[in-house]
């Protein structure tokens, strides 16, 4: 008896998953989420399709809350990828720019002011 009794503490269905553990079924089917996603899943189906495969246990909220933070997660990461990228852009440009000539075309003729512009000039 004491055998059944441990089995049925390792596999509770009626008590509520850790949060931890949900982070972990999670990224366990991270590509899968995301390709999904880039076909137009939505979310709760996503959710769905998951659970009926019993790949994820986890609440429906409880997923919407780690994919939000994944998206931002990719995102924030993204953005510090851009930004260190923009950062190093300026010094390279810096440095070509100072090294070769500098040409200037002053032949090219000025905007024209819209306020004196005539209708056919416009068209």
Request: hydrophobic share 35%; aromatic share 4%.
């Amino acid at each position: 008896m004491k055998s059944s009794a441990i089995v049925s503490r390792a596999m509770p269905t009626n008590e509520p998953l850790r949060r931890s553990m949900a982070y972990v079924q999670f990224l366990a089917q991270l590509k899968e989420i995301k390709s999904l996603l880039a076909q137009g899943y939505s979310k709760k189906l996503i959710h769905e399709r998951l659970a009926e495969q019993q790949r994820i246990s986890m609440a429906y909220v409880t997923f919407c809350q780690i994919l939000q933070k994944e998206i931002q997660n990719g995102a924030s990461a993204a953005s510090k990828e851009q930004n260190l990228a923009r950062a190093t852009q300026p010094q390279i440009a810096n440095h070509l720019s100072s090294s070769s000539p500098r040409v200037v075309n002053s032949a090219k003729e000025p905007f024209p002011d819209p306020r004196k512009m005539s209708l056919e000039d416009g068209i």
